[in-house]
């Protein structure tokens, strides 16, 4: 059997990265953008005076900036195990230049906000002799059986005023946890603590959700509650766990005043990605919009 075609979780497959095509530009944003706005898709039902009388998700008892259950991302992976996000194939494909080609081997990638480790383990396995992965699930088998030095510490991103890491980090992995911060505040703790975890020269690589996000838009159709005064955009979830959808401008804003430049590679830069997902059973058409993109520690 292929290292890289091994089944991992849930019947998961690694695959080999060269054969992964990364949907970025399925649609095109403007004009997503502007069929969003011109049918009022993004109108929840408390504007427009319809009842939901089925709401996907309930209010939370306090909703003062966020989150009223004390723990909920661990509630969360009790509930879910590793069955919820699927191993990110594609992410070798969305940062290519750092991750595929690179001669340069990376000495310490941290996996911010890892989860189960769906965006590491493709990595480790690409890269099973360079790379010292932080965060992740131990008892993997990528782990074991390739022999990788691993160290997982558990930090609030939104509050630790250091991460504390012997070393500091060459590359950052930042997948869809900004989006989990139920502030602005939060997040830009969050990228402060991961400044000081790198040095200058060390690269963020981000991806993330994106406003007119198909999620989005059915948040705000169904009313969901907001956490935040900034209209349509961060939503609390039936779980008590909270989901933001950024904006580029926003995303810019918030590395950029805190030590961090855009990559100079076009191929890099911060950008929408547009990917139009069929499931395969319904055949419904879901168009995704994500925020892709290279941040360097100056
Ligand atoms: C949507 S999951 C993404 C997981 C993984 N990065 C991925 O791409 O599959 C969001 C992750 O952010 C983590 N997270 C949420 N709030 C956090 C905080 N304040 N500090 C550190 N991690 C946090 C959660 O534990 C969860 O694993």
């Known amino acids: 059997m292929s290292l890289c075609a091994a089944t991992t979780r849930k019947g998961e497959k690694f695959l080999d990265p060269e054969s992964v095509v990364l949907h970025s530009s399925d649609f095109s944003f403007e004009e997503w953008q502007q069929h969003i706005i011109k049918n009022g ?6 504007d427009s005076e319809q009842k939901d009388e089925t709401p996907p998700n309930q209010p939370l008892e306090e909703t003062t900036g966020g989150i009223s259950c004390a723990n909920p ?26 991750l595929l080609h690179s001669t340069q081997p990376p000495a310490v990638i941290l996996d911010a906000g890892c989860g189960s480790g769906s965006g590491i383990l493709p990595i480790m396995r690409h890269r099973p002799k360079d790379s010292t992965a932080v965060r992740l699930l131990r008892d993997h088998d990528t782990v074991s059986s390739l022999g990788i030095r691993l160290t997982t ?28 911060l139920p502030s602005a505040q939060a997040r830009a703790h969050a990228v402060q603590a991961l400044r000081k975890a790198c040095h200058p020269g060390s690269v963020v690589l981000f991806r993330d959700y ?7 838009v059915r948040f705000a159709q169904a009313g969901a509650p907001e956490v935040e005064p900034a209209p349509y955009v961060t939503f609390a979830k039936r779980d008590h766990t909270t989901q933001h959808y950024f904006e580029l401008s926003e995303v810019r804003q918030l590395f950029l005043h805190n030590g961090f430049a855009e990559s100079v590679c076009p191929e890099e830069a911060l950008g929408y990605h547009c990917n139009r997902v069929v499931n395969r059973k319904t055949r419904v058409s879901m168009s995704k919009v994500f925020l ?4 360097v520690a100056i």
Request: some cysteine; aromatic content about 12%; overall charge positive.
């Open 73 to 98: 991302w661990e509630q969360f992976y009790v509930q879910n195990q590793n069955h919820f996000f699927p191993i990110k194939n594609y992410i070798l494909q969305a940062f290519p230049r750092r």
């Open 210 to 216: 994106a406003i007119y996000d198909n999620g989005h």
């Open 41 to 46: 898709l993004l109108l929840c039902k408390k």
């Open 153 to 180: 510490l558990t930090v609030d991103l939104s509050t630790c005023s250091r991460i504390p890491l012997d070393v500091s980090a060459d590359i950052i992995l930042l997948t869809f946890v900004l989006c989990a």
């Open 292 to 295: 892709n993109g290279v941040l």
